[in-house]
């Protein structure tokens, strides 16, 4: 029996009625199931059972159906009478054919409305995505939430954060393992500096070690002043001041001043013994400046009274070991300068010195052409010398060429007059024409005893 074959009634041997399903009750119903009543079933039952079915509550609370169909299978059999079975029969046709007119109507303007539902739903759904398309191409639509998107952004944050914090890591532990290396270089520099500062002030050390073990080894060879010797120096001081008694009157500046004349005496030696003759113009041995010009002063001028000398003026007759300034300067280009001598000589040569021009200041302050005169002076008799009662005794000319200490010899007549004053009387220098230095100037002669 198929599935379009409707349920009809039908009689057993034990008087129950079954249904069976009509092929026009329902289309949409694959299979029906048809429930057998077992006793007697009531119209509106069949008529349910035939167009849509029993359901399970319904039977259950008749509480008389013995068993369900599946399908078309037939479970068990119902007992009706002849009567009822046509009644049923011709119900149910009625229904049906009022059902289904009643569906033909109801089916088009149904299926043309759903239709055209569909239709339009399809279209919006087609819109909708022509329109994301094209935002989502255009850049305007993203495909996450805003929660979705921010979080990503806090992890492409945290992740740029995390690599910046690894390069900012990675470079300061270079700059420390740079910073440590070179501080380990700049130690073992300062350690290796002031170890060869400290090898050469060792060195040093040692180096004046053995100049002062020689020195002492000298000041053993040397021989000291003995006890004898220092009293016989303390003798002397004491008859040169006129003291009397004991030596506590003596003090430290006779002392110095007793070393001081004992020094000059051998720098007279030196310079007599440098020349190979005696000068009798030495301020340490008793000569000394009588009368000079005018002098210069730092660019101002002295002017002497009748017998007022300069205090430099002393510097002319003394040593001066070369050295640049100590002399005495004379304003302008010519000038004079009277020299009593420590005794009266028989004049033979007299000597003038400059600086040398290696290292002098300024060597056109040095004379050039001079004369020397010479007279005899007593106690008693006027400084002032008339020039003209002055024997000339020579005309020289100063030569920066040659030596700085260069001597002339002086003019010698038949019958030489002895002379205690002598006059330097220069009359030009080497172009300067505000000053005149003279730094050392020495008489040379025989005294008239020793002549004769």
Known sequence: MSASTAAIPTANTNGNRALSLDSHSSQDVRRRTVVVAKKKASPEILAEGGINGVSEDKIAGKKDLSHTIRGESVLGKSKYSS????????????????KTSTKQEKAKWVTALSVLVKL??????????????????NGELSFTTPDMESRLSKVEGFKKTAKMLQVQLDILDKKLGNEIDKTKRDITKQFEAKANELEKKMKTLEDKTGKLDRSIIELRDMGFLTKKEFEEILSQIKEKKGLAGTYD???????????????????????????????????SGGAKVARHSESFMNGKT?????????ATAQKMLEPSFGQPGECFALKGSSGFVDVKLRTGIIPE??????VDKSVAY??????KNFQ????????????????????????????LDNSNAQTFQLERSANPQAVNMVRFDFSSNHGNPELTCIYRFRVHGTEPGLLS
């Open 83 to 98: 009567e009822a079975r046509k009644d049923v029969v011709a119900s149910e046709a009625g229904e049906r054919r009022k």
């Open 249 to 283: 009157d003596i003090t430290l500046d006779d002392i110095m001043l007793y070393a001081k004349e004992i020094v000059e005496i051998e720098i007279a030696r030196h310079s007599a013994d440098g020349l190979g003759m005696v000068d009798y113009a030495l301020g």
């Open 372 to 399: 020397v005169r010479g007279w005899y002076q007593g106690s008693h008799d006027d400084s002032d010398k008339d020039s003209n009662a002055m024997a000339t005794l020579g005309e020289f000319s100063y030569n």
């Open 120 to 137: 339009c739903l399809l279209i919006s759904a087609i819109a909708w995505m022509g329109q994301l398309v094209w935002r989502w191409q």
């Open 349 to 354: 040569a007299v000597t003038l010195e400059h």
């Open 362 to 367: 300024d060597s056109s302050s040095a004379p």
């Open 302 to 310: 002295y002017m002497p009274g009748r017998s007022s000398v300069h």
